[in-house]
């Protein structure tokens, strides 16, 4: 499906502007929204999945916990403005930047907002400590592409918390997942 032209805006950040790219499908019905938290390149990883998965796809250049938290509760409040539902509020992470939104993903769960329907994490770089102490029971549903590293002892320990998880190693429209739960 053929996007928009990708807007770049500028957001309020106690660390200075904090520049966030979106990208959006041509679509007149309302979309699921995918917060992307990255140390890639946001603006073409955006590009990508907005096309890939048919979603408005929002990215910060700057791939750090305060960020990440800024860019998802901002979407949150302003997903219906941007026409995206926000009861379809998503939240993913490539490389470094996947581990931060699978801590948000649990920050936001034990806070009770915003509600994130699913996660994708993209290639995660490691596994935190930080996510071997917290239960995962109560986790979003997870899709997790990338090569068989850390990314499956984190899959696994979701499937032991009793989280849907899914673990591919690519992402297109004609692959299969690898394994699924």
């Not at 140390?39 to 700057?62: G, K, M, V, Y």
């Not at 699913?118 to 400590?129: E, N």
């Amino acid at each position: 499906m053929p996007l928009r032209a990708p807007t770049t805006l500028r957001l309020r950040s106690p660390d200075g502007p904090l520049r966030i790219h979106l990208a959006q499908p041509l679509s007149r019905s309302t979309l699921s929204v995918l917060v992307l938290i990255t140390d890639a390149d946001p603006p073409q990883i955006c590009r990508a999945l907005a096309d890939e998965l048919t979603i408005l796809t929002i990215a910060t250049e700057r791939a750090t916990l305060r960020d990440g938290t800024r860019l998802l509760e901002w979407t949150a409040d302003h997903a219906t403005e941007l026409g995206a539902d926000p009861d379809q509020l998503l939240l993913g992470g490539a490389h470094a930047g996947a581990w931060l939104a699978a801590y948000l993903a649990l920050r936001a769960r034990d806070d009770g907002w915003p509600v994130i329907r699913h996660q994708l994490l993209v290639h995660p770089r490691r596994f935190p400590a930080i996510a071997m102490s917290t239960s995962l029971t109560g986790a979003p549903p997870a899709t997790i592409i990338g090569p068989p590293t850390a990314s499956h002892s984190y899959a696994h320990q979701l499937r032991l918390a009793g989280v849907a998880v899914t673990v591919t190693a690519w992402l297109s429209r004609t692959s299969h997942a690898d394994e699924r739960t």
